[in-house]
């Protein structure tokens, strides 16, 4: 089968599949989460194929959802929800696939890219390779999983850093150092988008206590509320006027 916005490939034993949006630096839009599926479809009907390689082409694994396709479109909540749940079936699909899948990481994996590695069984990464869950940037809520797979990968401390500021490991500084440095994180984190921060803390929460199918219908909900949010305009507003957002809440 022909697909246009990846590649498969097979050499032995080894299918790997190449995110191939190259200029989007391999950004999940509606027709990569379809042929996503198709593929790992193929692939599953192949019994020659044993181990499957999940990377990006041009340097980059996947930098999240397209950006450019949330800016030029006035979304409505069920809008927001029916893009999730398409993302939802790709992740359910890859982390329930029952042969082993690798994520081959370069460069950026960031947002739903970050937990489409998080979906697969191991994760191998280049030295340069960056992983964050950028949602509030946006603000918006994680998807792709990153509220159930992410705590499951790195404790729960760290996931909820990695969330609310970006990084994924939580600091260990002099003792000279701590009040200046936890003041720091909280002035870093109080920038961030009120709403998005309490829905994906409250998601982090349950996740130990829920399945993947509940964890991805959770998000779709949350993300309904955060796409429609003056907080998301404002973060789309400052991603591409190159500025800090200004989030209130709203």
Not at 34 to 39: F, I, K, M
Request: charge should be neutral.
């Amino acid at each position: 089968m022909g697909y246009t916005t990846l590649l498969l490939e097979r050499a032995g034993a080894i299918a790997t599949l190449t995110l191939n949006r190259p200029d989007a630096r391999n950004a999940l839009d509606l027709v990569m989460r379809g042929e996503l599926l198709s593929a790992l479809d193929e692939v599953e009907a192949d019994p020659q194929a044993r181990v499957v390689i999940l990377t990006g082409a041009g340097g980059h694994f996947c930098a999240g959802g397209d950006v450019k396709t949330m800016r030029t479109k006035g979304q409505t909540a069920a809008d927001g929800r029916r893009r999730v749940e398409s993302l939802n079936r790709m992740v359910q699909r890859l982390v329930e696939f029952p042969r082993p899948t690798i994520a081959q990481v370069d460069g950026f994996a960031v947002g739903a890219g970050c937990n489409l590695a998080l979906c697969c069984d191991l994760i191998v990464a280049a030295d340069r390779a960056r992983f964050g869950e950028v949602f509030g940037k946006i603000g918006l809520v994680p998807d792709g999983g990153g509220t159930w797979l992410l705590s499951r990968v790195v404790g729960l401390a760290r996931a909820k850093e990695l969330i609310f500021t970006a990084e994924i490991v939580n600091r260990v500084v002099k003792a000279a150092d701590l009040a200046a440095e936890t003041q720091a994180l909280a002035e870093r984190i109080a920038t961030g988008p009120p709403l998005a921060l309490r829905l994906a803390k409250q998601m982090v929460n349950r996740a130990a206590t829920s399945d993947l199918a509940s964890a991805l219908d959770a998000e779709a909900g949350a993300q309904a509320i955060a796409i429609t949010s003056e907080d998301h305009q404002e973060g789309l507003a400052a991603f591409f006027e190159k500025r800090a957002p200004r989030f209130t809440g709203a």
